[in-house]
């Protein structure tokens, strides 16, 4: 989930999968109702704010801005010109249309086309219209789904030209939306964890309320920009319960909902903004908060298997890396750096994290500051560093770093609900609220009432 395109760039994890529920319209199924009962959250305060419930406030989702996109459904299923209910085109199971190229290919025939006279049909291309304005495409049943590029996703597709060719936005209720979302999120958990991924699905919930965009054609990504989203194909029994016993729940500060970023493992202690994106401002909700387990020496987050890690370079594979990236962060050249002659901490954040890197080449001195330190030093297969919680040791040789080791914790930014942190929180017997207000110091667990 994203804070900024900062944010974006540094929640690199890996997720399992699951998701979906009903839109208000043709062509929703599911095998799980969200709709009753809606959970326990009525004492809760109401948000400030234009909002809807969950089962009706609508959310788009960016699947592809660029590229071709096959469009399908899993069952029978229709084009309409947005704003009206009059289908343009009839497709049945088996069919499937490129966007762009409007290209039908198929073994079976569309449903206006008529008979067909091999298993390519060509269809008359359709005018994609600029966005806001879509092509709705729409399940014709209630047992089925659209489809892109073969999965399966509730709601409807809202297909609109751009300048880098296709929009192909999912149209679909917050509900349906977070039943993607949660288990990708915070992975596959047990029962006995149920208080994380109810904490999970309260932060996600809140970070989309926060994000809807009525400025442009789409509220959020379905990528790391925002919330990992896979459509129905992500669902679970257990996040879907999450969503169910924590309906309509948000994270408030001043009685409205809050950016609510997240993150894998915080190795100790979350972050401040400032100490990782050192040009955004603080929150008060977003600061320094121990992860330790009171009264030990271990920490809530270090069932995780990034909680301490190593990463080394020798001096050819560390001049190979900073080449590559250094440019990007500093002005250092693109070419032509030199030997490096030294690399140093310089400075602590308040939590502990290195506040800036000092690298001394032969081209001159550079100053890598925050969260930029881990795009910089990437591994052999380009994966960002872990954390910026982390010890450096270097080995020089001839005035030249011959080898640096770094000593970390941590995985991910830092800011706001530590993931694996929840977890063993949850398995410690806290609840979602306290785990939440926790991460979140000085919110309150508040509820969507529109």
């Not at 409807?156 to 192909?168: K, M, N, P």
């Not at 032969?362 to 500051?369: A, D, H, R």
């Not at 694996?420 to 979140?440: E, H, S, V």
Request: hydrophobic share 35%; proline share 5%; net charge positive.
């Amino acid at each position: 989930m994203l804070w900024n395109r900062r944010l974006a760039r540094s929640r690199t994890k890996t997720r399992s999968v699951v998701s979906g529920l009903a839109l208000g319209i043709v062509g929703v199924a599911s095998c799980v109702s969200l709709s009753s009962p809606r959970g326990s959250t009525g004492n809760l305060p109401v948000a400030i704010g234009d909002y809807k419930n969950g089962r009706n406030q609508l959310v788009r989702i960016a699947l592809a801005t660029s590229g071709q996109s096959r469009i399908g459904g899993t069952g029978d299923w229709a084009i309409y010109n947005e704003g009206t209910d009059r289908a343009i085109a009839r497709y049945r199971l088996a069919d499937s249309v490129m966007i762009p190229t409007n290209v039908l290919i198929s073994q079976q025939c569309s449903v206006i086309s008529g008979a067909c006279p091999d298993s390519q049909v060509f269809l008359p291309k359709f005018n994609l219209p600029p966005a806001p304005a879509a092509l709705v495409i729409r399940p014709l049943s209630s047992n089925s789904f659209v489809t892109w590029n073969g999965k399966p996703y509730r709601g409807e597709l809202l297909i609109s030209r751009v300048d880098s060719g296709a929009l192909v936005v999912n149209r679909l209720p917050m509900d349906s939306y977070l039943r993607g979302v949660v288990p990708l999120e915070i992975g596959d958990r047990t029962a006995g964890e149920i208080a994380a991924v109810e904490a999970q699905a309260v932060a996600a919930r809140t970070y989309a309320y926060k994000h809807l965009n009525a400025d442009r054609a789409f509220d959020m990504y379905a990528t790391v920009q925002d919330q990992v989203y896979g459509g129905v194909n992500a669902e679970k029994p257990l996040s879907d319960s999450a969503i169910n016993s924590t309906a309509d729940a948000v994270v408030l500060y001043g009685g409205k909902p809050i950016s609510t970023p997240y993150h894998s493992t915080c190795g100790g202690s979350t972050a401040a903004v400032s100490e990782v994106w050192y040009d955004q401002p603080d929150e008060p909700y977003l600061r320094p908060v121990s992860d330790q387990i009171p009264g030990t020496s271990g920490y809530y987050c270090d069932p995780s298997p990034r909680f301490s890690w190593t990463q080394s370079y020798d001096a050819a594979g560390l001049r190979a890396v900073l080449e590559k990236y250094l440019a990007s962060y500093t002005n250092a050249p693109k070419t032509n750096l030199g030997r490096i002659t030294e690399v140093r901490e310089q400075g602590r954040t308040q939590s502990g994290r290195v506040a800036a890197l000092a690298v001394r080449t032969e081209s001159g001195n550079y100053l890598l500051k925050g969260n930029d330190i881990r795009f910089v030093l990437r591994d052999s297969k380009g994966a960002i560093l872990n954390s910026t919680l982390f010890t450096l040791n270097t080995a020089t040789s001839g005035g030249e770093v011959t080898s640096l080791t770094i000593d970390g914790r941590g995985y991910g930014h830092g800011i706001g609900m530590c993931q694996w942190g929840a977890i063993g929180r949850a398995r410690a017997g806290q609840d979602y609220r306290t785990i939440l207000q926790t991460y979140y110091p000085g919110t309150t667990i508040g509820r969507i009432a529109g």
